[in-house]
Each structure stands twice: as structure tokens, then as C-alpha cells.
């Protein structure tokens, strides 16, 4: 069974069901075992993240205290043809390669699709800057596309999700399809 398999397809919440940032703060506070309590749950076309409180907004602004940095991807429009070739399906695995040389953004993290060739865009500046800094110090982040379009199918531009791999001495993260 895949981790899509674990999720219930729902109808689309409205931006007053999301959470407001003092309830994200605390849905996002970890357990004893050092992990917040939440998981991925497919809404409509999306997947959200969702703890015991409620949904966390796709566009907070207080998720990377948690770990979690959520993205839409950038300049997809100069990369058309990768972002079409690619599966960004929601639950989808994404490949982030940092580029330090990038002469428009030192702190710069293309997407690849899992087994793309071609870049399909750029985590945005905002993320990047704080990703960069950990991808620099050597942690080990996990990227999954939680919207977007199958492989050689036009659609929305794809939203990433990216969090640390938890150590070796955490439970174990399951398999995304």
C-alpha cells in the first residue's frame, strides 16, 4: 500500500478552514518523540497537510518553523517542456539540487521531476534562502509535489512540499508512491 492509498479524496476547503497562524503554531509544536503530528491528506487535486487541529494553509508563512516549506515552483515558464515531461502529480517525489553558482539567486534550488533531466523550475527565493542554509550544513531534505500534472498533460503549476528526512534514530518515513 502507498502513502495515496492512506488518503481520502474531499472536497476543497475555503481559506477560513485553514488554520490561522496562532492554531498552525501550536498544530505544529512536536510530540515527545520530537515529530509533529500530522500527515498528507488529498484534497481534490492537492495534497494538504493536516494535523489533529485542522489544515495547514498551502501559502503559510509560519510552516518553516515546523520544517515544513511549501513552494510553488518558479520560473516554469522558461522550463515548459520539463515541467509537461515531468510527473507532478500530487505525491509525486521531486529532486532538489542546490545551484550556488546560479548568477541570478546564490541561494538558488532547482526541482527536477523524479528521474527529469531537464530542471523544471526553481523552489521560490523566499524558501530557497532558508533551504539553501540547510542544504549547505549538509541535511538531508525530501521534496513531493503536492499539486500538479502527470507527465505530458498541461496543468497548474506544480506546489512542492519540503521537509528534513528524519534521522536514522526517528520512526521511519513511509514510501511515497
Same mark, same amino acid.
Request: net charge positive; charged share 25%; glycine share 10%.
Given at each position: 500500500?502507498?502513502? $495515496?492509498?492512506?488518503?481520502?479524496?474531499?472536497?476543497?476547503?475555503?481559506?477560513?478552514?485553514?488554520? @490561522?497562524?496562532?492554531?498552525?503554531?501550536?498544530?505544529?509544536? +512536536? =510530540?515527545?518523540?520530537?515529530?509533529?503530528? *500530522?500527515?498528507?491528506?488529498?484534497?481534490?487535486?492537492?495534497?494538504?497537510?493536516?494535523?489533529?487541529?485542522?489544515?495547514?494553509?498551502?501559502? %503559510?508563512?509560519?510552516?518553516?518553523?515546523? =520544517?515544513?516549506?511549501?513552494?510553488?515552483?518558479?520560473?516554469?515558464?522558461?522550463?515548459?517542456?520539463?515541467?509537461?515531461? =515531468? !510527473?507532478?502529480? +500530487?505525491?509525486?517525489? #521531486?529532486?532538489? #539540487?542546490?545551484?550556488?553558482?546560479? +548568477?541570478? /539567486?546564490?541561494?538558488?534550488? *532547482?526541482?527536477?521531476?523524479?528521474?527529469? !533531466? /531537464?530542471?523544471?523550475?526553481?523552489?521560490?527565493?523566499?524558501?530557497?534562502?532558508?533551504?539553501?542554509? $540547510?542544504?549547505?550544513?549538509?541535511? /538531508?531534505?525530501?521534496?513531493?509535489? #503536492?499539486?500538479?500534472?502527470?507527465?505530458? #498533460?498541461?496543468?497548474?503549476?506544480?506546489?512542492?512540499?519540503? @521537509?528534513?528526512?528524519?534521522?536514522?534514530?526517528? %520512526? +521511519?518515513?513511509? *514510501?511515497?508512491?
Amino acid at each position: 500500500m502507498g502513502l $495515496l492509498d492512506l488518503f481520502k479524496k474531499r472536497d476543497s476547503p475555503t481559506v477560513s478552514t485553514y488554520l @490561522c497562524s496562532e492554531a498552525e503554531a501550536r498544530a505544529l509544536q +512536536p =510530540g515527545p518523540d520530537g515529530l509533529i503530528e *500530522a500527515r498528507l491528506e488529498l484534497i481534490r487535486d492537492q495534497l494538504l497537510v493536516v494535523t489533529p487541529l485542522g489544515w495547514i494553509n498551502p501559502r %503559510s508563512r509560519t510552516a518553516h518553523r515546523a =520544517g515544513l516549506y511549501l513552494s510553488n515552483l518558479k520560473g516554469t515558464a522558461y522550463h515548459e517542456a520539463a515541467v509537461k515531461a =515531468g !510527473r507532478f502529480t +500530487p505525491g509525486a517525489n #521531486v529532486r532538489l #539540487v542546490r545551484e550556488p553558482n546560479n +548568477p541570478h /539567486d546564490p541561494n538558488a534550488i *532547482a526541482v527536477y521531476a523524479e528521474g527529469g !533531466r /531537464d530542471r523544471a523550475g526553481y523552489v521560490s527565493a523566499v524558501r530557497a534562502k532558508r533551504l539553501a542554509k $540547510l542544504m549547505d550544513a549538509g541535511h /538531508d531534505l525530501v521534496g513531493v509535489s #503536492v499539486r500538479g500534472a502527470d507527465a505530458g #498533460v498541461d496543468g497548474t503549476v506544480p506546489r512542492i512540499l519540503v @521537509c528534513e528526512r528524519p534521522s536514522s534514530n526517528t %520512526s +521511519p518515513v513511509p *514510501a511515497w508512491p
